[in-house]
């Protein structure tokens, strides 16, 4: 349904939760989003009255409103958790269908090419972990495969390295990812479905095609939680975060709203760098602020440079050089270029922050400046903050 379709008083409803640091409670909301016009308001549902008017939000359009994401309202990161009437989950929830893709190993170090063929098919990543599956992990995720004479061969690779899982939300997003990934076989894809991933980048046989993606929709919500668990009692797979010769980037989010993430990741292995570790995350200000704090009064505009961290997710990696003599922080910090991305423009036009940011805030990624910080940055994205 196009914005044309909808009159002044349209809306689509959803329940959202914030988290309160000042007052340390998790506050519970109603938004109401009006596609005719682009604006919102809020309502509290504890307190029983309108917490914000009818106002129009910058940075907030009609795709970002869907369960599971998270928005920034006025500063507030707001979490959407639910549909709050039946005729938005009707409308959302068939537009916004989620589904769970893994990478498997073998696929894993062309993860930028992988990501721009998945936007390019018009889905939105919303959540993204590189992990490692130990025996235990992997014979609980392919619970359902046991019986299978192919399952020890299955075992064998998922554990073989990383593997990368993410959450797509999109139109018919189950259906359309099984299409987008070919037939299991990839000889039988690059027969005929020569453009689906399996054909590009899956080796021999099903067992190494190179990914994975939930067969029904129970599936994907056992799957999702499997990589990206909801509650506290439950801790995700483990990072493959090295912490030795490696140094921090942060993609951040006007590049990934952009579609530029995976362009950006591209762009880094194709020169002398690996990713090693990568997460997906939302930071909220209490959270972006502490990782900043060393360069309070040290920047000219530091509330700008805040900003630049929370107009959406950012993507945290891990970098190595691909060969063990290449010094990661130094090397990886002269490729990023000068932090202003305009006079990157004009000196180092090569650089990372020269082709894809837009200036000295919004310049596409943070890397670690100091030696010494980079394992405190790489241990704060993935050992400290839980989503």
């Known amino acids: 349904m196009a914005k044309r379709e909808f009159d002044f008083k349209d809306k689509l409803s959803f329940h959202a939760e914030w988290f309160d640091f000042n007052s340390y409670y998790q506050k519970k909301f109603v938004i109401n989003y009006y596609p005719s016009d682009n604006t919102l308001d809020i309502f509290d549902r504890e307190l029983n009255r309108m917490y914000l008017k009818r106002s129009k939000m910058e940075g907030v359009e009609m795709k970002d409103m869907f369960v599971g994401n998270t928005v920034r309202i006025y500063g507030r990161q707001i979490k959407i958790t639910d549909y709050a009437d039946c005729r938005t989950l009707r409308y959302v929830g068939k537009s916004k269908e989620r589904t769970l893709a893994i990478l498997k190993p073998g696929a894993v170090d062309k993860l930028g090419e992988i990501i721009t063929h998945i936007q390019h098919r018009q889905f939105q990543i919303t959540k993204l972990s590189m992990c490692l599956l130990n ?35 999109g139109e018919n997003a189950l259906e359309r990812w099984k299409e987008t990934m070919g037939p299991a076989e990839p000889v039988e894809a690059r027969k005929v479905a020569p453009d689906s991933l399996r054909a590009l980048y899956g080796l021999e046989s099903s067992v190494t095609n190179g990914f994975h993606g939930s067969e029904t929709h129970q599936d994907v919500a056992r799957e999702s939680s499997f990589f990206f668990p909801q509650a506290s009692t439950r801790t995700p797979p483990e990072s493959p975060v090295q912490l030795k010769n490696t140094t921090c980037c942060i993609i951040k989010p006007h ?16 020169s002398h760098f690996k990713v090693s570790a990568a997460k997906m995350t939302y930071l909220s200000n209490a959270n972006a602020d502490e990782f900043l704090e060393v360069y309070k009064g040290v920047v000219s505009d530091y509330n700008a440079l805040l900003l630049s961290f929370l107009d959406g997710p950012c993507v945290a990696l891990e970098i190595a050089g691909k060969h063990d003599d290449v010094n990661a922080h130094e090397e ?37 400046d100091l030696p010494e910080d980079t394992v405190l940055e790489l241990e704060y994205f993935f050992k400290v903050l839980r989503d």
């Open 135 to 169: 025996r235990k992990e992997a014979l609980d995720f392919y619970e359902s495969s046991k019986g299978d004479p192919s399952l020890p061969f299955i075992l064998e690779n998922i554990v073989s390295g990383p593997v990368v899982a993410l959450e797509l939300v």
């Open 255 to 270: 590049a990934i709203r952009d579609g530029n993430l995976g362009h950006v990741i591209t762009y880094i292995t194709d």
């Open 332 to 368: 990886f910090r002269k490729f990023v270029g000068p932090s202003d991305s305009d006079i990157a423009r004009q000196i180092r036009p090569d650089t990372l922050r020269a082709r894809f940011g837009c200036d000295k805030y919004k310049n596409a990624a943070h890397c670690t």
